[in-house]
């Protein structure tokens, strides 16, 4: 019993570590910010630094884990080598964000070092719930994600748009919330049960054990528990609050809503409906390709029409989801590799789009840029700049032989594999009419007569650094794909123990 507790233990220390850890920073911060002989000093860069400082030493526990292929803490929690895979992303990918608004927190005037802690507390309910292996750990895990984002999303509170941003997504979440908690509690009340395995073994023969009307309850929890992580994910039609919170929410919020928590939630997603729900394949598949479609369409007639830069990354947003869903809705090892594929590449892409939106500024007054025609004449001021920004405008299209290019053709691939020809052809016809309003950039960039250019201040090193690795790995993906593309399937293959 003792050896079993310390592997645990051992197994769950980079959350644990987090969770001690955060204790100190809080104290630390709270005291040194509120001390008279010290001036009241502003600590927000002081507090961001030790915030990456703790997600890179809970990242090297997290792949230096001896422990893994292993069901923890009374099989509420999963250790293997997908959920360390998906929690280095997460790690990593919180850890570029923090470095990414240090210059944005300056000139916004955000001193509120209590943002950092929201964010480091939010990715490390978003690794338990990568991690989770019962439905009640996956609900608590969500939740302990869920009021960060809420609280950090309203961050300024002296902006209207901020606070009714974090007002709609603290609604709508948690109507999304008691969707997820009523199908948990309808597949309890029938299975008797909320462990993964359990549940899995009882839908894997419910044709044969279980009455029509007691599998029709059960395939209601399930589809009500697909339509709250839909939510989650801001994928049509249960995408509303996405726009408004992406507008409202300060540019750094925007970009950690846009980075981190869609791996988590997807990595969930995966693990219950091709795993613990694979049973039910047919009523599930049909909303995902039905949520698919949708989220393809809406994302890009959305954006086709949106003059400010956030909502457009917001609608992008949506329609990128969309073809993340087509991998799942497959049902097959291939379509969750090529999910998750899409998913780093799209990672990479964002951190490169917000490397810049976080650092430019005009430099009379030092305004951020808002508006897409704020970009009009970029190559004339900045032609480096506009090279990098059409470079990830490019990707993001779909044109080879870029990153890009790739993630869309494996996504398209094994949706044709499994004969979803109809979800392909929308597919692609989406990606084409969406290229519209990326090279629509490129040629405010490049290509209109301003009467006025607006001159920006220069990037930051870090920010400049982040920006120069995605664009060559943008490039230069396809001269060496192997490393990415083998650990990602060894850790998919994985997924089910």
């Not at 939630?265 to 598949?285: D, E, K």
């Not at 897409?372 to 405008?393: E, H, K, R, V, Y």
Request: proline share 3%; aromatic share 16%.
């Amino acid at each position: 019993m003792d050896f079993n507790f310390n592997i645990d233990w051992i197994a769950a220390l980079p959350e644990i570590y987090i969770f001690i850890i955060i204790n100190f920073l809080i104290v630390y911060a709270v005291i040194y910010s509120t001390s008279p002989h010290l001036g009241y000093p502003i600590l927000i860069r002081n507090v961001t630094w030790l915030g990456v400082q703790i997600l890179v030493f809970a990242l090297l526990l997290n792949l230096l884990n001896p422990i893994t292929g292993v069901v923890a803490f009374n099989n509420l929690l999963i250790f293997d080598s997908f959920s360390i895979l998906i929690k280095s992303i997460l790690l990593l990918s919180t850890i570029v964000t923090l470095i990414l608004a240090l210059d944005y927190s300056k000139f916004e005037n955000l001193n509120c070092f209590e943002y950092v802690i929201l964010m480091i507390l939010a990715v490390t309910g978003m690794m338990l719930v990568v991690s989770s292996y019962d439905l009640i750990s996956m609900y608590l895990a969500i939740e302990l994600q869920s009021f960060c984002m809420y609280i950090i999303a309203s961050l300024k509170r002296e902006s209207e748009f901020s606070t009714e941003a974090g007002l709609k997504y603290f609604i709508l979440g948690a109507f999304s919330s008691g969707l997820l908690l009523f199908g948990c509690s309808l597949l309890y009340g029938f299975t008797g049960t909320t462990n993964y395995q359990q549940l899995f073994q009882i839908f894997s023969t419910i044709d044969k054990t279980i009455d029509i009307e007691v599998s029709n309850a059960i395939i209601l929890g399930v589809l009500f528990i697909l339509v709250g992580m839909l939510f989650k994910l801001s994928a049509a039609p249960f995408h509303l609050w996405a726009p408004d919170v992406y507008e409202g929410a300060p540019t750094s919020v925007t970009a950690f809503f846009a980075i981190v928590p869609k791996i988590a939630i997807l990595s969930l997603v995966v693990r219950l409906f091709s795993y613990v729900f694979y049973g039910l394949l047919l009523p599930w598949q049909e909303v995902l390709i039905l949520c698919s479609i949708i989220s393809m369409i809406i994302g890009t007639l959305g954006a086709l029409w949106q003059t400010k830069i956030k909502r457009l990354l917001a609608y992008s947003g949506i329609g990128h989801i969309g073809y993340m869903l087509i991998g799942i809705s497959t049902g097959s090892i291939e379509g969750i590799y090529s999910t998750f594929f899409y998913v780093i590449i799209y990672i990479i892409m964002t951190v490169a789009t917000f490397s810049i939106l976080l650092s430019i500024r005009k430099q009379g007054n030092l305004s951020k840029i808002k508006y897409i025609n704020d970009l009009s004449g970029l190559f004339i001021s900045n032609p480096q700049l506009a090279l990098s920004f059409s470079l990830i405008m490019f990707s993001m299209c779909g044109i080879p032989p870029l990153a890009g290019f790739f993630s869309k053709m494996f996504i398209f691939i094994s949706a044709i594999n499994m004969e979803m020809y109809f979800l392909a052809i929308i597919g692609v016809m989406t990606s084409v009419v969406a290229s519209f309003y990326y090279i629509r950039i490129i040629k405010l960039m490049f290509f209109d007569s301003v009467t006025r250019i607006n001159n920006l201040n220069t990037i930051s090193k870090e920010n400049s650094l982040f920006l120069s690795f995605c664009c060559i790995f943008l490039m230069s993906f396809f001269l060496w794909p192997t490393p990415i593309a083998l650990t990602l399937h060894n850790s998919v293959m994985y997924l089910c123990i």
